[in-house]
């Protein structure tokens, strides 16, 4: 395997797979690493019914497995591995992975987030399966169904308000006695009919046969423990940026996101950050993908310079 590249792409969801294709139809050498599945978070969904091109909607693994053979036609190489980190130097970047050192004239990171979870017994069985991490993505699957809601900032309140359009009842569960949202949110979802505030719980399993089908609370002040049936869990605590390898190398906001400017560069000429990894992402598949290709054209002008 040839182990220069002019373009060395880490990670596989939209983002990356889009810069995969942008770059590799552009004749530029283009190796793409994924640590996992390739398509990223996007294989969770069941049905994804806002990408363009799809007005019947599609699984998240079959819109993966679509960009990913669109990108290997151009000539995009792809390679399974973890990407350690890398020593930054002007047009001969080290990459540093889990299958040996690669030299690259530019780098784009689309490493992606990924969702806080809740830690309990039956979240990762039932993900796709009544569990998700994205209102926006999965939401409108939930017409006329009861969901719940975790959390109390304005991720949760905002999927909690977005849920209400399509759900029958939404609660929101929170740990707490008052809500970290802030005020005018606040003030929207406590008047919003269909949304229910379930206060100083917090939610220790979720059950279901195939499917979700309830979930057990425990009170944290009493300790009671009761039941809620339901068809939906949306989980909205937060995410964590796949950052940790770049802290040391190129600026970060407070929450650990990639800074970039609108051409996704960072503050290094020739390294590149795009999706869900940078900071002020949308976190949509279609963004990511617009990142994607937003970071190719920049990463195929600065190696035309």
Request: charged share 25%; glycine share 12%.
């Amino acid at each position: 395997m040839d182990r220069d590249y002019q373009v060395v792409i880490v990670g596989g969801g939209p983002a990356g797979l889009t810069a995969g294709l942008y770059c590799a139809r552009s004749r530029r050498a283009t190796l793409l690493f994924e640590r996992a599945i390739v398509g990223g978070q996007i294989t969770n969904a069941e049905r994804v019914e806002n990408y363009p091109g799809f007005p019947h909607g599609i699984s998240g693994i079959e819109l993966s497995q679509l960009i990913q053979e669109q990108a290997h036609c151009c000539g995009l190489e792809v390679l399974p591995g973890d990407v350690t980190g890398a020593l930054p130097d002007w047009r001969n970047n080290l990459v540093r992975t889990s299958e040996g050192d690669f030299r690259a004239e530019s780098i784009i990171i689309a490493s992606g987030c990924r969702y806080r979870r809740l830690g309990v017994p039956g979240e990762d069985e039932f993900v796709g399966k009544g569990v998700s991490y994205c209102a926006t993505c999965d939401g409108p699957l939930f017409g006329d169904k009861a969901v719940a809601v975790v959390g109390g900032g304005d991720a949760a309140i905002t999927e909690a308000l977005y849920l209400s359009r399509f759900a029958s009842s939404v609660k929101v569960i929170h740990r707490r006695d008052q809500l970290r949202a802030s005020r005018i949110n606040q003030e929207r979802v406590l008047a919003e009919p269909r949304v229910e505030l379930i206060w100083d719980n917090i939610v220790t399993e979720i059950k279901g046969d195939e499917v979700v089908e309830q979930v057990t609370l425990k009170n944290s002040k009493d300790g009671r423990i009761s039941e809620l049936e339901l068809a939906g869990v949306f989980v909205a605590i937060g995410s964590v940026p796949n950052s940790a390898e770049w802290r040391s190398i190129l600026p970060l906001d407070e929450g650990g996101y990639i800074i970039t400017d609108e051409a996704m560069e960072t503050k290094l000429p020739g390294i590149f950050a795009a999706g869900d990894v940078r900071h002020n992402s949308a976190r949509q598949a279609i963004t990511a993908a617009g990142d994607g290709a937003t970071a190719a054209v920049s990463a195929d002008r600065f190696l035309s310079s």
